[in-house]
Every structure is written in C-alpha cells, then in structure tokens.
C-alpha cells in the first residue's frame, strides 16, 4: 500500500502541490489526470522520492520513505521523462548496467526477457542512438521494470509511441497488474486510462478534486466528469 499524509509542494511562493491524502492498495492501476500544470508530474516525484516534500508524508507498506532509504526505493519503477538511457549502448548493454545496479539476478536472461516483451528483439544489438523516440521510450519502460519493482510510476509513458508500442505498452502494464504491481500513471490519454486503469484521480491547481473507479464509467463518461471537474470553479 502508498499512503499520502497532508503531501504538498511550494516551490518560493508558488504552491504546486495543495495537501493530499491519498492511499493505493496492491494491484491498482492509477491514473492521475489533469490539466497542464496541475502539480501531477510533481505529486509523483514526490512519491518517487526524487523531490523533497515540503510538508506530509509518503509511506509504502506503513513506512515512510526517508531520503536515504535505497531498500524501499528499489521496491519503486520509475518512467520520467527522460529516459537515462545511454546513448552509445545497445539495449540489451543498458539493462545490464541498470540491472546491476540493483544487483539484479541473472541479469542478462532479465534483460533479454524485457527487450522480447517490449517488442525490441530485433534491435537489442544497435547502439540506441538511432532509436526513434518511440523505441527510446519503450527501452525506457523495461528500464523501469529491470528490478522487478513492486510499485511503478509512469510519467506520460504513452508519449511518443505509435498504435502498436501502444498496445506493447498497455499489455507490459496488465500484467504488471496481474502480478500484483500498484501501478500510477500520469496521462492525458483517455483512451488508454479506460484500457487499462482501475482508478482515475483528478487533479486541478495542486489540489486532488476527484477519485473514480474506472470500471463503473465508459470512456464517455470519465471524459464529461473530467470536464465538469476541471471547468468547474
Ligand atoms: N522546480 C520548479 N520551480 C518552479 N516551478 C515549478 C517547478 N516544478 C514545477 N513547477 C511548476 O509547477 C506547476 C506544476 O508542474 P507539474 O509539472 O507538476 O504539472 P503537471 O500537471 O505535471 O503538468 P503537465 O501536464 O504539463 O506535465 C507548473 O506551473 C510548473 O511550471
């Protein structure tokens, strides 16, 4: 379970993230929807822990994640928006390298199992500088997953990629979900939000102002509520 407490983020005087309590339990699927500048990417870097709350607290499993805490940290998969991926290796050379370290087990069979699921089989021997973007974000995601996290964050993970890395994507994440995996995902995509996600939260102004469960809505309806809760005052 991820457990908020009165998590917010002011930046001088600019608060981008108002108090949120929130928690997830095991194998849900969230999205975290919103407008531009919302405080979404902000709220999931902070449950990343790679930006200091300014005050609150996040907690995995009723402990909270402290600064130094690398054992619960490497329970956590995170998709930015970069990618970390260095340019000058091949797929498979830059699994291994993240792989390591978080002394992955068998790391190369690893790897080369991700490559085989994220569809980049055929080019897991090219150095990834000629990637397209698309394939760029589809080595990022088994990046992401190379040490089997127990929680994955994605930051706009569909970004970039056509109709078919898109499906690649959407069945990575399902049977993520399968395998028990609280998956949260900053989108704009809606249609993939109804494929894939059980939950949606709305934010809006750093404030969490909605909390659906997906499967009561259609994508119509999740639609009409976003923009009756964003629009409204
Ligand atoms: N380090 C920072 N310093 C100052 N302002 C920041 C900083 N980081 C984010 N912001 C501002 O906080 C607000 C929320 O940013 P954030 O990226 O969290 O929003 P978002 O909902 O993810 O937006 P988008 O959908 O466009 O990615 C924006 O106005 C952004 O400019």
Not at 25 to 40: D, H, R, S, W
Not at 57 to 76: M, P, Q, R, V
Not at 113 to 131: A, H
Request: charge should be neutral.
């Amino acid at each position: 379970m991820i457990e908020t407490n009165g998590l917010s983020k002011t930046i001088g005087e600019k608060t981008i993230v108002r108090p949120i309590n929130v928690s997830f339990q095991g194998a849900e699927t969230v999205a975290i929807l919103g407008p531009n500048g919302a405080g979404k990417s902000t709220f999931l870097n902070m449950i990343a822990g790679l930006i200091k709350p300014t005050s609150g607290l996040i907690s995995f499993h009723g402990n909270a994640l402290k600064k130094d805490d690398y054992t619960l940290k490497e329970k956590i998969g995170f998709l930015s928006h970069q990618s970390f991926l260095y340019d000058y290796f091949t797929p498979i050379e830059n699994l291994i390298f993240f792989g390591r370290m978080y002394k992955v087990e068998n790391v190369r069979e690893r790897a080369k199992q991700l490559i085989d699921e994220v569809g980049l089989k055929l080019f897991q021997n090219e150095p990834v500088r000629s990637f397209s973007r698309g394939m760029l974000q589809r080595l990022a995601i088994a990046r992401a997953l190379i040490h089997n996290p127990e929680y994955l964050l994605l930051d706009e993970p569909h970004t970039g990629l056509d109709q078919q890395a898109v499906s690649i994507l959407n069945e990575v994440i399902k049977a993520r979900q399968k395998e028990g995996v609280t998956v949260l995902m900053v989108t704009h995509d809606f249609q993939q939000v109804t494929d894939t996600c059980t939950r949606a939260l709305i934010m809006r102004n750093g404030r969490l102002v909605d909390d659906l469960s997906i499967s009561e809505l259609g994508q119509d309806t999740l639609d009409s509520r976003y923009q009756a809760v964003v629009k409204s005052s």
